[in-house]
């Protein structure tokens, strides 16, 4: 008479897993976990733990596995003996694919482990079998997931060739849209008119700022702008740079559709902004060029009148500040090494010459406010015309090659490119025709001096004015009305001691030369 041996007490571990949870609320693992206690219950194991990765595909893409934390610590509680047992709802709840069958068979081997679906009967993965069966099942899960990514690829091509929003977040400047009913059309974003405002402003100001840094703002400026008005992205968080100028970049805001880098198409939305002013946004945002290093916290920002805007009288380079010992009053150097000079003289000199110019009553007349573009260049609508035309000769280009089967494909190439090019110098030249007309409706810099004030205070006493002048404009008002009125060149001063009684400044070591004054 043979004893049946009662088989031990399994501990085991729950695993469940939701790929898509957007609600949060967990209602999908909630379930999966019940139906896997059920079974635990009939089968008399005693559940040690769970783990669950709740909005987290297993379906990794290229090289990389998925991401899955809860994973991971299961194959820790099984390595470590802390469980001998897995319950899960299905198979492809534990893995989509081979790569991630592997290590589970590696513990499986090691351990003993049982492995328990609850839509069917234990997986055998210490058998050459059952491993088999098991790699079959991930490569089918794999091809479901592949094939459904293929679906959802073309269903969502469809939608972007008509035109429509293909899903995922809200941009910013759209209105958040309800959610959409099976079978009902689909939904075209509404303009959020706050938002909107706002990107055609940041649109103007990024322009006009590429035009003249000393107009306009930064993208780093309007990032701390709306920041500290408590304006954040539509993810909820503070705005940077980088999401800035991505936001700024997209097709979306000038109503057009966007697929991997090419204008699919019209969008079924109205623009936010204007196509050429969204073309010229983007030319200057993707010019990799741009030096964003001006624009700095306030600890970094520029402290003395000259820096950056004086010009060294050998080399023509950009004068820095710098060059002075601890407790010596601060200096200008010449990068290239030409000179270094004290700044607080040359500064005093060059704004009492300012205030002076500005204080003549022919100022108006010789600095005038910035315009638009010179009659001999071409206008907006000049540009977009030849724009039109260039694109129609392109698409009628691509037609011919395509209709003709002897047609050469290196003369086709070369032809394109050519087309492109040409397309290309267009873009440009609209891109800056919208961005001087975007620094035309900037203030000018003179527009923050009260000129009658300033030249009563200069006919009563020049000193007086000059401290006038400094107290009621900022630092950097004053250094935008010395870049747009002058070019101010430093020689060396001279060399030895000055004379007894004489001059310790030499203002001819310090040329001015107006910009705006006619000859």
């Known amino acids: 008479m043979t004893t049946k041996t009662k088989e031990p007490q399994r501990r085991a571990v729950i695993y469940t897993r939701i790929s898509a949870d957007r609600t949060g609320d967990q209602l999908g693992v909630g379930r999966q976990e019940a139906a896997c206690r059920k079974l635990a219950s009939e089968l008399g194991w005693v559940v040690v733990g769970v783990k669950t990765d709740d909005d ?22 099984l390595n470590s003996g802390e469980a001998n047992a897995v319950l899960v709802w299905h198979v492809d709840r534990l893995y989509r694919q081979a790569r991630d069958l592997e290590p589970l068979i590696d513990v499986v081997d090691k351990t003993g482990a049982l492995i328990r679906p609850v839509t069917h009967g234990e997986m055998d993965l210490a058998s050459a079998s059952g491993r088999m069966v098991a790699r079959i099942l991930a490569n089918v899960s794999t091809h479901e997931v592949e094939h459904a990514i293929e679906r959802m690829k073309e269903k969502t091509a469809e939608r972007r060739a008509a035109g429509h929003f293909h899903g995922g977040i809200r941009g910013f400047g759209h209105k958040p849209q309800p959610k959409r009913v099976q079978g009902a059309p689909p939904q075209v974003p509404q303009t959020d008119p706050r938002e909107a405002a706002l990107i055609r402003q940041a649109a103007e ?39 800035l100028r991505v936001m700024l970049k997209g097709a979306r805001l000038a109503g057009l559709i966007e697929h991997e880098g090419e204008i699919v198409g019209p969008a079924a939305w109205e623009p936010i902004i204007d196509a050429d002013t969204w073309r010229a946004v983007r030319t200057v945002l993707s010019d990799p060029s741009r030096n964003t290093y001006p624009d700095r916290p306030d600890e970094q920002k520029v402290k003395y009148l000259g ?38 003289p040359i500064d005093h000199f060059v704004e009492r010459v300012i ?8 100022a108006d007349a010789a600095f005038p406010a910035p315009g638009g573009a010179s009659p001999a260049e071409p206008s907006g609508d000049d540009l977009n015309a030849r724009h039109a035309a260039l694109n129609a000769r392109l698409e009628a280009l691509a037609e011919a090659f395509a209709d003709d089967d002897e047609a050469d494909p290196l003369e086709y190439r070369k032809a394109s490119r ?43 006493d020049p000193d007086e004015a000059l401290a006038w002048y400094r107290e009621v404009l900022p630092l950097e008002t004053r250094r935008k009305i010395l870049s747009a009125l002058a ?22 070591s310090v040329r001015i030369e107006w910009k705006g004054e006619q000859a």
């Not at 590429?210 to 701390?224: E, K, M, N, Q, Y």
């Open 355 to 362: 205030i002076a110019r500005l204080a003549r009553k022919d």
């Open 56 to 77: 987290k595909t297993a379906y990794g893409r290229g090289s990389m596995r998925a991401k899955r934390p809860a994973y991971a610590e299961l194959l820790d509680m």
């Open 418 to 460: 050519n087309l492109r090019n040409k397309i290309a110098e267009v873009e440009q030249q609209i891109a800056d025709v919208v961005a001087a007309a975007a620094a035309a409706r900037q203030p000018g810099p003179l527009d923050a001096v009260d000129r009658p004030e300033l030249i009563r205070r200069h006919e009563a």
């Open 487 to 508: 070019v101010v060149t430093i020689r060396p001063g001279r060399r030895g001691r000055p004379p007894r009684g004489g001059a310790p400044f030499d203002p001819d």
């Open 205 to 243: 100001d990024v322009l006009a700022y590429a035009a003249d840094p000393d107009t306009g703002r930064s993208l780093g400026a309007i990032c701390r702008d709306w920041n500290a008005r408590g304006i954040r992205t539509p993810r909820g968080k503070e705005w940077r740079i980088p999401s």
């Open 307 to 344: 820096t950056g805007l004086y010009v060294c009288f050998k080399c023509a380079d950009r004068v820095g500040a710098g060059g002075a010992r601890a407790g010596e009053p601060q200096r200008y150097r010449c990068t290239a090494g030409h000179f270094t000079r004290y700044a607080g």
